[in-house]
């Protein structure tokens, strides 16, 4: 068993000081018991946190470290630009290159914002579509997470379903009334959703490859069906790419299905581990955008020079090393096919989604493509198999419903150790 002796004290201090003990739900580790790992540092694969113990990392901050952690890239990038001071509240020049970098890699993007968080471009993104349309209501998917963003707390997937609060209290009446949610995967309910609100939907939101309630993919066609409906009833389509964006490809979850979103919204990747958001797309749609047009959205740390000094030598590396990619995939598979392969020789047919350097482990063996198949899980047997992993060294996303997340760091001797883990993890979770 590991000593976590430091982590259950800081645990208990952050617990008067902090609700729930911790800055974001999801690592309250709720939904599987016990009490939260802190962590001290990390480098390329491994994570140590603050008792000594080092673990394997498969969440990567959820995402922005696709290199595995501290590459010295990034390190660099951000060492040269602070001498410079770390806010200026003005434009500077690595704006311009990180939007030219965006749309270079994002071509549906022909205009971007800068902001902070993958919540503020969501939510922003949303307004621009009401401004430009003069539309109120939204489309969103049950389990889709969009940040916390009072209009996306409706069905919404992450760490609010992992509460078992897929509806936000302090969310109110009027803003709920405006989003309409629909069955990810399901198409005729979007349909019926569109006829029963002719002329009022302003936008249609999703995360192209689902990561908040697990990792499920969209059915064949689903995307491009949705791309056909919106066009037609000149709804505002947005991709959100906050994970997928840079990860699943150079040019996200829209370059992998080849479906062109009217706005995507992004996060994690592009700020290389440092807080920053944007959303783009079409240029007469971002026009609206203050002071262009008269959609207000501002911020002070907009642009920050750390954050665009991180995710511009992030993205640069992505983009100059398109190979990476095929690395990722193949390092993937074989995590996902063995844990799948594992599973099987127990006796636990379990279902596993993945869908490039993203997957998930379903607790069941039926197929999961939308909330309700996710909700079938057996989320007792997935705490006990996640405490397993963890006893191992392998740490995974401390709930069922969220994905897990590759890095280039993971060398084949580390998929070996993750799959020696998973099985044995496997047989004690089920007392086989
Ligand atoms: N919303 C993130 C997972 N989908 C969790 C963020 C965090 O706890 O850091």
Request: with cysteine; hydrophobic share 45%.
């Amino acid at each position: 068993m590991l000593n976590l002796s430091t982590s259950a004290a800081l645990f208990e201090r952050a617990k008067t000081l902090i609700p729930g003990g911790v800055n974001s739900p999801v690592r309250a580790f709720r939904s599987v018991g016990g009490s939260p790992v802190f962590m001290q540092s990390a480098q390329g694969a491994w994570l140590t946190d603050v008792d000594g113990n080092q673990y394997v990392d498969f969440i990567n901050s959820w995402g922005p470290m696709i290199l595995g952690h501290a590459p010295e890239i990034v390190l660099d990038a951000v060492r040269q630009a602070l001498p410079n001071s770390l806010s200026f509240g003005a434009p500077t020049h690595r704006e311009v290159e990180m939007a030219e970098l965006i749309r270079a890699m994002v071509p549906s993007i022909e205009k971007v914002r800068l902001v902070n968080s993958g919540t503020e471009a969501c939510m922003s993104a949303i307004r621009v579509a009401r401004g430009y349309t003069g539309r109120a209501k939204i489309i969103k998917f049950e389990g889709c997470y969009h940040g916390h963003g009072d209009a996306f707390l409706i069905a919404a997937g992450s760490g609010a379903l992992t509460a078992g609060e897929p509806d936000s209290a302090g969310v109110t009446r009027g803003v709920a009334q405006d989003t309409l949610t629909a069955p990810y995967n399901d198409l005729p309910a979007v349909e019926a959703l569109i006829s029963a609100n002719p002329d009022q939907i302003a936008a249609l939101i999703l995360e192209p490859v689902v990561g908040n309630m697990g990792l499920v993919a969209p059915a064949e066609g689903f995307l491009a069906a949705l791309r056909n409906l919106c066009t037609t009833h000149g709804i505002v389509l947005i991709f959100d790419e906050v994970m997928t964006g840079f990860r699943l490809a150079p040019g996200g979850a829209q370059q992998l299905y080849g479906i062109k979103p009217d706005l995507t919204t992004l996060g994690k990747i592009i700020g290389g581990g440092l807080p920053v958001g944007a959303y783009g797309g079409r240029e007469d749609i971002m026009n609206q955008v203050a002071p262009a047009g008269k959609v207000y959205q501002a911020g002070t740390l907009s642009g920050n020079p750390m954050a665009t000094a991180a995710g511009m030598a992030q993205l640069r590396y992505l983009h100059e090393h398109p190979e990476l990619y095929r690395d990722l995939e193949a390092t993937s598979a074989r995590l996902a096919d063995g844990t799948r392969a594992i599973a099987a020789e127990l006796g636990l047919h379990y279902t596993v989604n993945r869908v490039g350097s993203m997957f998930s482990l379903f607790f069941t063996s039926e197929p999961v493509t939308n909330l309700e198949d996710a909700k079938k899980c057996d989320t007792a047997a997935f705490g006990r198999y996640f405490h397993a992993m963890l006893n191992r060294g392998i740490y995974l996303a401390p709930s069922q419903f969220e994905a897990l997340f590759v890095s280039t760091a993971i060398t084949d001797e580390l998929v070996e150790k993750y799959l020696n883990a998973c099985r044995e993890s496997l047989v004690e979770a089920h007392s086989l």
